[in-house]
T-cell receptor, first 116, second 117 residues
Framework: GDSVTQTEGPVTVSESESLIINCTYS????????LFWYVRYPGEGLQLLLK?????QKGSSRGFEATYNKETTSFHLQKASVQESDSAVYYC?????????????FGKGTSLVVHP | GPKVLQIPSHQIIDMGQMVTLNCDPV?????FYWYKQILGQQMEFLVN????????KSKLFKDQFSVERPDGSYFTLKIQPTALEDSAVYFC???????????????FGEGSRLIVV
């Protein structure tokens, strides 16, 4: 089946430092899947951070970026300068786009702690 | 933004009893999902539901599990009877569309923490 592997947390960085959370995926369907980053802030539900549905494209939101790389089957999340408010758990996910199976598969989540 | 509400947020139940977890999805959404997350582990897909029917279910969706959305009201997950290994946080999600290049975005609730004792 499909799988998503991401950086094991917790990841601890200081405010204004750069960040990268790795995500690689394996999809069983022939067509390229849609890729997502979701985030769960403390005390809140899971919410979409960004998504890319076309291989080769980049998505961005709230200063975060991720590029859909179909050659390396990766979708790493990056931010040039993190803030304390970015402390949260980040989930990489894929959704197939063919074969009648549209079940979203999530990674294990990466906890990010940003120190002031 | 759009909200998915889950009721209850927490429940403690004796093993063997029945439990119903309720989900109020985003109002115009058509696809509904349940995920299960055991403490410290990955969030795992259980089932998705559309037009009154289960579309797909995983191996985790045991015979004791059932889902329904009667008359467009709550989307429910029922476990009968419960077992100790059912202790987890259950997340409900909904989406408007699905399929190739739809970019379907799931909207999640905050989860229902179930403890079976």
């Amino acid at each position: 089946g499909d799988s998503v592997t991401q950086t094991e947390g917790p990841v601890t960085v200081s405010e204004s430092e750069s960040l990268i959370i790795n995500c690689t995926y394996s999809a069983t369907s022939i067509a390229y899947p849609n890729l997502f980053w979701y985030v769960r802030y403390p005390g809140e539900g899971l919410q979409l951070l960004l998504k890319v549905i076309t291989a080769g494209q980049k998505g961005s939101s709230r200063g975060f970026e991720a590029t859909y790389n179909k050659e390396t089957t990766s979708f790493h999340l990056q931010k040039a300068s993190v803030q304390e408010s970015d402390s949260a758990v980040y989930y990489c996910a894929l959704v197939p786009t063919s074969g009648g199976n549209y079940k979203p598969t999530f990674g294990k989540g990466t906890s990010l702690v940003v120190h002031p | 933004g759009p909200k998915v509400l889950q009721i209850p947020s927490h429940q403690i139940i004796d093993m063997g009893q029945m439990v119903t977890l309720n989900c109020d999805p985003v109002s115009n959404h058509l696809y509904f999902y349940w995920y299960k997350q055991i403490l410290g582990q990955q969030m795992e897909f259980l089932v998705n539901f559309y037009n009154g029917k289960v579309m797909e279910k995983s191996k985790l969706f045991k015979d004791q599990f059932s889902v329904e959305r009667p008359d467009g009201s709550y989307f429910t997950l029922k476990i009968q009877p419960t077992a100790l290994e059912d202790s987890a946080v259950y997340f409900c999600a909904s989406s408007f569309d699905q399929g190739a290049n739809s970019g379907n975005t799931l909207y999640f609730g905050e989860g229902s923490r179930l403890i079976v004792v």
